[in-house]
């Protein structure tokens, strides 16, 4: 098999080109129910208000009820959100779309409140949206261990380690957490991972009567799209794959983590040079005369935060050299997000200054949220054991990445984890049909470049991928590029996919 490299990404796809440079893939579907489903139909009515969300019009959610262990159709049973959007043009259907968000932990009914209107508008009405939360995600069932909430805090959940580069402490809040899941967790818990996941979908596909489904993942939810459309590949019809990780059956989840380190130093200069360019004196956000300074003003500023953690506009909650850590992870995402961190950063280097944190930071995650977000990695394949040598890599990975400090390849719940039976992540290969299109930013610091390569390179002829050139995160409906939002939509509409790997200017 072929090594996919830049080098192959030589096709640029505009408008013009995209029209005599794609392939056509999969015709319309039918939509009656499969034989012999035990589905039930779906009992759709209004959704519940979303905070901050204003939902389209018509949006409609109901509750999918699947098995708890599907290797035991008969048994205990749980909910599961559902949502959909119907099509505006009827005349126009061709199938159902399925939206799947990130994560693990970010919710599908919230994503179809969000982005419905904008893709109903972009894939020209051809198809219903519908959308699910996960388990342990939203309005689906919920669980949690008992985690302490000093061990909730997304600075937490995430293992920096101490100033001096110990994980000590880590390493003790790892057990902890792995203990209170094993003792208090439950069958429940144990059942959040990607494959019950794509079971799942794969009964809403069924309760939806459709014989397939298109998907769109963004971010985790593209790995568990290509997860489904590896389990299941006759029924998927079009799957669109929006900044996806290094697939590899042996890491998935503790791979995707340490891939951030590289992802964070590769994005940073976007930053950088948006924060040294004169343009941001006007609006008081310029951070230094030159690009090269803003690395070394951040790094000095996170240590002196370790040293003493500034007092924050949340009582109880300083800013910490973690919590700026943190805050640029999230910030490197979008260049929309820029001033927030420029903000950050210039209260924090102000005397009388009180740093507003960014909301996922403002306090401890609920229970229930910081279990979801353990669980699903941690279940999904076993990761090294405590013993393995964490705090040597920890130590090479600040010496190389200082602006994550070693926090992506530390010890986590994962290393102390039980399961009740090994797990086994799906290996993604080329045996399916060829009805895949990725979309990828150059340099994203959170799915990096080289993970969704060997994404592609796993795929082989049943993919083709569009690399975006530019930085961030969810580029499809996502960071305002032309080329590529062309490139998706079409496929969805048409199923015409570029003859060969594309490249989209910014």
């Known amino acids: 098999m072929t090594t996919w490299t830049r080098k192959a990404l030589l096709l640029t796809v505009s408008a013009a080109a995209a029209a005599g440079t794609l392939a056509a893939v999969g015709a319309p579907v039918a939509h009656s129910r499969p034989a012999g489903s035990a589905a039930a139909p779906l009992d759709w009515g209004p959704c519940a208000p979303l905070p901050g969300v204003t939902a389209p019009a018509g949006q409609q959610c109901a509750t999918l009820r699947v098995p708890l262990d599907h290797r035991v159709p008969g048994g205990r049973t749980v909910d599961v959100a559902v949502s959909r959007l119907r099509t505006d043009r009827p005349e126009a259907r061709r199938g159902t779309l399925l939206a799947l968000a990130g994560g693990p932990g970010g919710s599908g009914v919230q994503r179809l409140a969000q982005k419905g209107e904008a893709l109903r508008t972009a894939t020209e009405g051809a198809y219903d949206l519908v959308s699910l939360d996960p388990r342990g995600v939203g309005g689906s069932i919920r669980a949690g261990c008992g985690i302490p909430e000093a061990d909730r805090h997304l600075v937490t959940l995430r293992s920096y380690p101490a100033p001096d580069g110990s994980i000590t402490r880590n390493t003790e809040r790892a057990r902890r957490t792995a203990g209170a899941c094993a003792r208090d967790g439950g069958p429940v818990v144990r059942s959040f991972s990607t494959r019950n996941q794509v079971r799942d979908i794969d009964r809403l596909r069924a309760a939806l009567g459709e014989r397939k489904l298109s998907v769109w993942g963004h971010s985790y939810g593209s790995y568990a799209g290509a997860v489904y459309a590896q389990e299941y590949p006759r029924r998927v019809d079009r799957l669109v794959l929006d900044s996806v990780g290094d697939p590899d059956p042996a890491r998935v989840g503790y791979g995707w983590l340490a891939n951030t380190a590289p992802a964070v130093a590769l994005r940073f200069p976007d930053f950088a040079a948006w924060a040294a360019d ?84 403002a306090g401890a995650l609920p229970d229930e949220d910081a279990t979801l977000t353990m669980a699903v990695v941690c279940n999904d394949v076993r990761w090294p054991g405590p013993d393995s040598g964490y705090a040597r890599r920890v130590a090479a990975d600040r010496a190389r990445y200082p602006l994550t400090a070693g926090m992506p390849v530390n010890i986590a719940p994962c290393a102390f984890w039980t399961y009740d039976e090994e797990p086994e992540a799906t290996r993604i290969t080329d045996d399916g049909p060829s009805n895949v299109l990725m979309i990828q930013s150059l340099r994203d610091p959170a799915t990096p470049y080289a993970g969704a390569l060997k994404m592609r390179e796993a795929l082989g002829g049943r993919a083709r991928m569009v690399t975006v050139e530019r930085g961030g995160h969810g580029m499809y409906l996502g960071n305002g590029n032309a080329c590529g939002d062309r490139a998706v939509s079409d496929f969805l509409v048409t199923g015409r996919r570029p003859v060969r790997d594309a490249h989209c200017p910014n």
Do not use: W
Request: charged share 30%; proline share 12%; aromatic share 2%.
């Open 278 to 361: 004169p343009a941001r004196d006007a609006e008081g956000l310029r951070l230094a005369r030159r690009a090269e300074d803003v690395k070394p003003l951040f790094l000095a500023l996170a240590r002196a935060l370790d040293r003493d953690p500034k007092e924050s506009e949340i009582p109880g909650v300083p800013l910490t050299g973690d919590r700026l850590r943190q805050a640029l992870q999230g910030t490197l995402q979008s260049d929309r997000a820029f001033p927030s961190l420029a903000r950050l950063i210039r209260s924090a280097q102000e005397p009388a200054g009180r740093p507003a944190l960014p909301p996922e930071q």
